[in-house]
């Protein structure tokens, strides 16, 4: 029969608390961050403006440049593999080139 130290050692699991920690942490730090920025601020785009909290700014302003890094992203592997299907010679075309 195991000790009480003994059961203690084999059911410890130091990830899942590292885990636990490092989650309450960032969620406490998104809370501040959302507390910190709650001013009104004005955001004008050419044709009209409008007035919101500036969190949202700040979170549509990264939604943005999520989206646009992930479509910039696509566009360039579109163009990379189109370039290397396009300089990849078949053996045929080595073959007839040479006879």
Known sequence: MESPREEFERSWQPRLWI???ALILIG????????GNDEEASV?????????????????????????????????????????EASVETPESISEEEA
């Open 28 to 35: 406490a730090y998104l809370i501040a961050f959302v507390v």
């Open 44 to 84: 004008n785009f050419v044709f009209a403006e409008a007035r919101t909290s500036l969190i949202w700014v700040i979170l549509l302003s990264l939604l943005a440049g999520l989206v646009g890094g992930v479509l910039l992203s696509q566009l360039h592997r579109r163009r990379q593999t189109r370039k290397s």
């Open 19 to 21: 885990s636990l920690g």
